[in-house]
């Protein structure tokens, strides 16, 4: 009698095991599955879209909820190596490389850009997807972005761990970490960079391109791409660096030194040769071109 007790308990509990399985799978999208996009923002932790979108007409706005997001297959990291926090932490969220599908990104849409409330842009080429596999957190040691220990933006970005892929002269591959990320714009790779890819294929001009690509896109525009966090353009740096070459490189390897208010980071380690190529790259910004 009790061994039948026992089997039927068992049976019960196994029962309800799988009825619990089977209602998070069915809270959970599948991978196939299209985010639903709103045309107006249902709340303020929901994330922005735009760029090119199938079906979407040019220059709209859309908006994608926490909840649907956190509803996605998620992949959880500890990370050691992320600046933007002073101790490990796990971190938890959807791979970038998986969004564009599930946003039904066009077909040409090779790029993703992580727009921050301070107008920063973090640009991930596939390329730079397929090297490091950044993560959009939504979870911090299981905490939503409201429990955070920032308080700006609703999301970040974050890497499981990230190793650079690349080096030029003496500038390494960079983790694009943003945090306050509050926009997701779907581009097409070749069409952003074409506002600062030079003319010239001299080797130090391209070094120094891949250099600004990577660094000063983020925060600097040319042509209406890259950020807007600093007020100074890709024209006014161009001008600079040729006007004034000391300047320039003792601007970019301690910043703060001739600008205490500035938010621009430093970059100490920048050979001589580095900063030529990137006067050289700058060089054809200067007045040659609009």
């Not at 303020?44 to 509803?71: C, H, M, N, Q």
């Not at 040691?141 to 974050?158: L, T």
């Not at 007020?231 to 205490?260: C, E, H, M, T």
Request: proline letters at 8%; charged letters at 20%; a positive charge.
């Amino acid at each position: 009698m009790k061994a039948r007790q026992f089997v039927l308990g068992m049976g019960l509990a196994l029962g309800a095991v799988f009825a619990c399985m089977h209602v998070q799978a069915a809270a959970r999208l599948p991978l196939h599955a299209k985010l639903r996009l709103y045309n107006t923002r249902q709340s303020a932790s929901d994330l922005e879209i735009g760029g090119e979108l199938a079906g979407v007409p040019p220059g709209e706005t859309r908006f994608v909820t926490y909840k649907d997001l956190l509803a996605l297959p998620q992949e959880s990291y500890r990370v050691v190596d992320d600046p933007n926090f002073d101790h490990p932490v796990q971190i938890g969220g959807v791979a970038l490389d998986k969004l564009p599908a599930l946003l039904g990104a066009a077909p040409a849409a090779d790029m993703m850009i992580a727009i921050c409330d301070d107008q920063y842009d973090a640009h991930y080429p596939a390329e730079y997807l397929k090297q490091h596999h950044p993560l959009l957190v939504l979870k911090i040691d299981g905490k939503p972005p409201a429990q955070w220990p920032k308080g700006s933006g609703p999301y970040m970005v974050s890497h499981p761990d990230f190793k650079p892929a690349f080096q030029v002269l003496s500038h390494a591959d960079e983790a694009q970490v943003p945090w306050g990320v509050v926009r997701l714009d779907l581009r097409h790779e070749t069409r952003v960079y074409a506002a600062i890819a030079p003319h010239s294929h001299d080797p130090r001009v391209q070094q120094g391109y891949r250099i600004a690509r990577q660094s000063c896109f983020r925060c600097h525009s040319n042509a209406g791409e890259g950020g807007l966090k600093s007020s100074r353009s890709w024209g006014v740096i161009a001008r600079r660096s040729v006007a004034d070459p000391q300047y320039f490189d003792a601007y970019v390897r301690n910043p703060r030194k001739l600008n205490p208010a500035t938010q621009m980071a430093a970059s100490p380690g920048y050979d001589d040769a580095t900063l030529e190529a990137l006067r050289a790259y700058f060089k054809e910004f200067s007045g040659s071109r609009p």
